[in-house]
């Protein structure tokens, strides 16, 4: 059973910053790709952003410049730095882990609950 973590998330005013963190619990030995989505109310889920292990990156064309993905491969770890924030970025984040290795074999897909994000005008 693989658990994934998010916190990070709140209420900011626009043009403000936060910081995404996404922990993945169990026993892991790799995760070929970590990300972000979020949705916003009455919307789908959209991709925000994703890299990989060899550290390839995909971003949303709304968030980039703005946000930036990193990892921690050895900590399982995924943050979202978010800058310059607008009232349109408001939505509930999910953490994603696609392609998971663990001592049990593998995982193709794990979400986290969700993170509440409000930029305020």
């Known amino acids: 059973q693989v658990q994934l973590v998010e916190s990070g998330g709140g209420l900011v005013q626009s043009g403000g910053s936060l910081r995404l963190s996404c922990a993945a619990d169990g026993s892991i030995f790799s995760i070929y790709a970590m990300g972000w989505y979020r949705q916003a109310p009455g919307k789908q889920r959209e991709l925000v952003a994703t890299?990989?292990?060899?550290?390839?990156?995909n971003y949303a064309d709304s968030v980039k410049g703005r946000f930036t993905i990193s990892r921690d491969n050895a900590k399982n770890t995924v943050f979202l730095q978010m800058n310059s924030l607008k009232p349109e970025d408001t939505a509930v984040y999910y953490c994603?882990?696609?392609?998971?290795?663990?001592?049990?074999?593998?995982?193709?897909?794990?979400w986290g609950q969700g993170t509440q994000v409000t930029v305020s005008s």
């Open positions: 994603n882990a696609e392609r998971i290795y663990t001592e049990y074999g593998e995982l193709n897909e794990s």
């Open positions: 890299m990989t292990l060899g550290d390839s990156t």
